[in-house]
T-cell receptor, first 113, second 112 residues
């Protein structure tokens, strides 16, 4: 398996534009997580899915953020409209059964100007 | 929810010095995981501990889980610049749902 694949690796966009981040988890993993990392706030959990169903989205900052997982092999995190304070590195992680480690993608570095 | 607190938040050491990072849980841990992140890169899995009192080593990094399974420490012997980065502890607990938690992170700088 190629691991967790995120795209794009880097994204620069103008304030007000829509941004879509993509994630392909490891095949067979039932849980998928979206995290945001900034220098100020560290690593924050935004939302996680279990068997494609959103379980906890309490970390999603506001209504501008939305996440979907239409099937077991794909998830998106959308920001509409984007703002400069959304600039961060966004990580996707997938996880199998308890007792195994979570695997992270390389992250998407988002810059909103 | 399960909370993991790491200390210290940041650490600056001279190359060759030993150091310890701690991770404390508010609840009994099922599994405790240590990750390392080089600045600007993804998280790399280091080690997993599951049994109370367990200790594992990888090169110059040793991780321990206490008997009560509520605290873990990561010890680096003779630190090198390559050890620099952010260290995160993570945990899972099937009793609180299928969620993977992370600690607050410790930023390590090693001065040559």
């Amino acid at each position: 398996d190629a691991g967790v694949i995120q795209s794009p690796r880097h994204e620069v966009t103008e304030m007000g534009q829509e941004v879509t981040l993509r994630c392909k988890p490891i095949s067979g993993h039932n849980s998928l997580f979206w995290y945001r990392q900034t220098m100020m706030r560290g690593l924050e959990l935004l939302i996680y899915f279990n068997n494609n169903v959103p379980i906890d989205d309490s970390g999603m900052p506001e209504d501008r953020f939305s996440a979907k997982m239409p099937n077991a092999s794909f998830s998106t995190l959308k920001i509409q409209p984007s703002e400069p304070r959304d600039s961060a590195v966004y990580f996707c992680a997938s996880w199998g059964p308890p007792g195994t480690e979570a695997f992270f993608g390389q992250g998407t570095r988002l810059t909103v100007v | 929810s399960q909370e993991l607190e790491q200390s210290p938040q940041s650490l600056i050491v001279q190359e060759g010095k030993n150091l310890t990072i701690n991770c404390t849980s508010s609840k009994t841990l099922y599994g405790l995981y240590w990750y390392k992140q080089k600045y600007g890169e993804g998280l790399i899995f280091l080690m997993m501990l599951q049994k109370g009192g367990e200790e594992k080593s990888h090169e110059k990094i040793t991780a321990k889980l206490d008997e009560k399974k509520q605290q873990s420490s990561l010890h680096i012997t003779a630190s090198q610049p390559s050890h620099a980065g952010i260290y995160l502890c993570g945990a899972d607990n099937p009793n609180t749902g299928n969620q993977f938690y992370f600690g607050t992170g410790t930023s390590l700088t090693v001065i040559p």
